[in-house]
């Protein structure tokens, strides 16, 4: 995840083609428990497959399983259409699934 966030209560404008501005407070971020690891762990390199990226996986979903933000940073995810990583105990495929399954 990245540690980049802008200022608390601003407003971040949608990139061209999106069809609305996107409002985000960040501020859930201050408690999560992923702070100080290497992000590494929740991205996968380009070439990582198989059992190494399901390994990968696994760790940092036991580690979101801890965090007292995961439920925000899972949304965050599924609303800005975070296509990659694991972001709130989801991975990308994952969040496809409950994008699809909610409508
Ligand atoms: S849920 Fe996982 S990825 Fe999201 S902030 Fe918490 S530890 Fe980091």
């Not at 802008?6 to 971020?29: D, F, H, R």
């Not at 760790?59 to 979101?64: D, E, I, V």
Request: net charge negative; charged share 25%.
């Amino acid at each position: 995840m990245s540690t980049r966030k802008p200022p608390a209560g601003s407003v971040t404008k949608a990139p061209p083609g999106l069809p609305y501005p996107l409002l985000e407070n960040w501020s859930w971020q201050d408690d999560a428990a992923c702070q100080d690891v290497n992000p590494e762990l929740f991205f996968p390199a380009e070439a990582e497959r198989g059992l190494r990226k399901h390994a990968r996986e696994v760790l940092a979903k036991s580690l979101c399983g801890t965090c007292p933000v995961s439920r925000q940073c899972r949304d965050h995810a599924i609303v800005v259409g975070e296509t990659y990583g694991v972001w709130g105990g989801t991975t990308e495929d994952e969040r496809d699934h409950l994008a699809t399954a909610t409508g």
